[in-house]
């Protein structure tokens, strides 16, 4: 993937997410009764404590939609068209959702597709993470759209 | 009783060449002239869509100056959303007439670029989502259709529908955009890939031009001409996790599963009593999503109900008689305000609804807030 413009990564709501995945960690805000937050808020969605901490969550996930984005304005992502961008659902409580580049077949994007996170270096400021397959042989088969199991509680 | 006594609009067009405080004057006072007043008779403005303000309105339309004044959120919610305001400032008695009016060179100078700039949550925009090329209505709201066809099945054929039913509809509206232009179920799955599933003819309009009411708690002058339009009920909400959509819980949960029941509760109307219907159709899932939210059919039912010919010209609950924003142009959904009325005073030419007693008019705005506003027709 090119280089892109990227995000604030000196924002203090998001900066230690940024140098997480530095790191090649994922680490979601979180409150004193251990719960995850996400995308980033000050205040627990939950129990409306402070989030006062980062914590580490696993960089696995299923594929809970997606879509093909086929035309873009954005100009740093023209010449990357069509690309598969996905929301991918993570395990933790609440469960956590990220929506990121999935570098997978269109043809093979499926419901629950097992993926795990990687990191791209686009510069000294700033690692994005991607989402790859778990198992590279499932994610090519042409494998048809399936209903859904029981994915959120 | 507070009701519509007056619509009125300018053409829509692309690249109109017109300023927006030409469009505002134009639509402004032919709403007023519908409504067979004055414009001493305004003493309260709602300027919608966030590209003009009061002052523009007080200028072009010639209207007093010391009026009660309110500005909704810019998105597409606001329409709707402006009945209720308007609602408001009359029972508090604020004003006693209001003037709602929208303008935008959409397809020109005011594009959707620039207005995702102004939506809520500008921080997840730029910090997590544009990074990851994520980053226009098309893309995310293909993201909630794509779960309901997995989830339940929905098919493009079903999606095709909602769209071949808007521009059988403009074909009869010589005010449409799309007037003289047929869509073909063949032109609509062949049209180019926007943000997959959504094709060309799953996306909406942009339009340059304007569209005025009037809301008032008056009856229309003796011998004015003027035909009012009750409203019976409006009601707006906002889904859980307002700001954006990933983390929502129950992604189909949006502002309208709020505003719908709150809106039948306080008009003693349920969805069978409704005659047609004007849905805010940004793309064409957003139609099926909203029909199930506003309870004129089950959930995950959306598919089959339009595909049953339900939503089309003779349909059991006709939606967007004038095309709406996919066929007849962008108005932000005050050209679907303006519809109802037309169906209600009977004045809706060969898309006229049979005996149109209750019309529903939805909003849709960004990130799922909603709103209902439930019209019905007087007494002839």
Redesign the interface.
Known sequence: MKA?????TS?P??SPFWEGCKEQRLLVPSCRHEHLN??PRPVC?TCFEWNDKWVEIAGRGSL???????????Q??LA?T??V?G?VELRGT?P??????CEID?AAAM?GLELVVDFHRVSPDLT?P?WRPANPARASAQAP????AQA?P | MIGILGVGQTEFGRRSGRSLQSLVAEASRAAIVDAGLKPADIDGVIPVGGYIHVEDVLAGAGLPLQVADAMPAPGGNAAVDSLRIASALIMSGQATTVLIVLAKNGSSANRIDDRVKLLPGQQFRTQLERPQGWSAPVEWYAMICRRHMLEFGTTKEQLAEVSLSAYSFAQQNPRAMQHGKALTREKYHSSPMIADPYQLYDCCLETDGAVAVVVSSRLPAAGSGSRRVELLAVASGRPQSPDELSNRHDWYEIGLSYAAPAAYERASLAPEDIDGAMIYDCFTFEVLHQLEVAGFCGKGKGGPFVASGAIGPGGSLPVNTHGGLLAEGHMTGMNHIAEAVRQLRGEAGANQIDEARHIAVTGWGDWGDGSMALLGGRSR
Do not use: I
């Open positions: 892109r413009l990227g995000p604030d924002n709501d998001f996400w995308p969605q809970y939609s997606w879509t093909v984005v086929h035309k873009t304005r954005l740093s992502h990357e069509p690309y961008v929301v609440p956590v959702r990220m929506v990121g580049r269109p419901f994005l991607f759209a399936q209903a859904p959120t």
